[in-house]
Structure formats: C-alpha cells, structure tokens
C-alpha cells in the first residue's frame, strides 16, 4: 500500500511538472507573448494582440503537442527494446528502424536526382519526405519481423538489426557522395530533427500512431516483466516467446518508425530516458515504468525544445544536439549517485 501511495504522489508530481514543461514551451519563441496572455488564449478568452492568438495556436502548441508525442515515443521504445534485449545499451533505433527512414528520406532528397533527368524541386516538401521514410521504416520493419519469425536467439536479432542499419548507413553515405551540395544539405537538415514543421492534421496522424505504439506497449507488460528473468521463465510462465517478440517489435517499430519519419532521426532520449526512470522510481514493474518513461520522454523533449528556441530569434538549434546536450549529463550525475545501473 505504501509503495502504492509513493507512486501515485510521483506521477502527481509528474503531471504537474508536465503542465509547467508545456506552459514554458507554449511561451517561448521569437514573438514574446506574456505568461497570462498563454493562459488566457489556452482558456478561450481573448487576447490584446490578435495575431497572439494565431501563433500560439496554429505554431506553438502544435510544437508543443509534436514534442510530447515525440519525447514520450522515442523514450517508450527505448524501453521495450532494454527490455526485449536485456541490455541497458538498447535503443529504439537498434533494429534498423530509424536506418530505414532515414534511407527512404535519402532516397528521396538525394537518390533520384542522381538518376538522368529527374529532378526532385517538384515534389519534395515536408509530408513527400514523411511518406517516403515511413516507407523506408515500414521495410526495414517487414525483414526484421520476417527474420525475428525464424530466428530463436534475441542476441543474434540484435546483431542482425545493428548489421541492418549499417547497410542502409552505407547506401545512405554512397548517396550522399555522389549527389550536389544543394541535396544533401536538404538531407542534413533533416537528419538534424525537427518538431515544429508539423501542421495540426500531421500532429493528429503522429497522435494515432504513438497511440496504437502505446496501446501495443500496455498490451505486452506481462510478457515485458517476464523477459527481464529470461526466455526459460517466461516459457514457464505460458508465455509465446515468437509471438510477444514479434509484438514488442511491432510496438516499437511504430514508435520508432512513425516519430522519425515526422520529426527525423532524435538521438539520445530513448535510450537515456528509460535509464532515467528506473534510476528515480527504483522499479522494474512495467505497469508502472511505461506511464513514467512516457511521461519523462515528453517532459524532457519539451525542456529540450524550450533551450532549442533561443530567445527572441527566430533561429531555433537542431534538436537532436540540444536533446545530447541535456540528457547526457543528467545520466552521467544519476549514475554517479546511485552507483549503479538497473537493469
């Protein structure tokens, strides 16, 4: 009961740290709009300056909405994947997934215009480039999923799906050697990650797909907790090792997948964030390690894109240096303290 009542307090706490994140993000950027101006425009009352109203709801709340999307399903994958593998080094990357986006965004910004007469100025905006790394994610997926069907061993999965994002990392480098300067800076600034392009229908459709990602991730708490003592213990337990992997990868391909292909490749908070909460909560229970990993993900790719937004610029820092940047060391600190790594 007292365990209980310790973690309804901390997620409380993490609610209301959550609704701080997301005032102080709503109100940076470069058109200064005071504080109580963001509360009234977010309670429907009006605001002195009509075009307040616009920014804070066609541009920053869909950013804000963008980066707990974003924050919170990069860090529930990295989970699962620690999880899956049993090994703390573990990304949402780790299969490939977020190699193959960013082949199908490479392919796109960069393989076609090396082929004779095609010329890519046409077609080229933000939602041709989501559908062309969702592509890529969903294919590299598909051979991951087929290969998890017919391998038994999890750590030979885990070499595999590395080896599959070195391949796709090489096809993307030999394309980047061959194409004009002006494509792979398209490229590079994609890969540099981005949560504030998105329009309010786009916000919607990523909100789709960390739900499904979510609901998937709730669906396999019991075969997540039984994996963490080995594949012989969940057996034991009834549980389909096959089936469940396929699940947890599935999750995490749609986590990974659909948010990278959105936002582009984010570094860094899948793979700190999951370390992070266990540190703080001191559990390995996944019933309450998934809400909390959520919840942690969207405070900390908020806090990341309020540093990101320099004051009173409109140049904003690529998010995946800032997200490096403060995470890194707050690991480093946690660990240093409690003198050792759950997991």
Known sequence: ???????????????????????????????????????????????????????????????????????????????????????????????????GASLGAALLLMGFALLPGMSILGFVNDISVAIAASIGSFLVLLVVMLVANRIKDTMALLIIGLMFGSITSALVSVMAYFTSAENLQRFIFWSFGSIGNLSGNQVALLGSIVGIGLVLSILSMKQLNAFLLGDNYARSLGISIKKSRLLIITATGILAGGITSFAGPIAFVGLAVPHLTRQIFDTMEHRVLIPAVFLYGAILMLLCDLIAQLPNSASVLPINAITSLVGGPMVIWLLVRKRKMLF
């Open 1 to 99: 009961m007292g365990q209980s009542r310790s973690y309804t307090f901390s997620f409380l706490l993490l609610g209301v740290a959550l609704l701080l994140s997301l005032l102080l993000n709503i109100s940076s950027g470069s058109v200064t709009i005071p504080f109580s101006s963001i509360i009234s425009a977010l309670s429907g009352g009006s605001l002195e300056v009509e075009s307040w109203n616009y920014i804070i709801w066609n541009f920053r709340i869909p950013k804000a909405l963008t980066a707990i999307l974003v924050g919170g399903g990069l860090s529930l994958s990295g989970l699962l994947m620690q999880t899956l593998f049993r090994n703390p080094l573990a990304g949402p990357f780790v299969l490939g997934i977020s190699s």
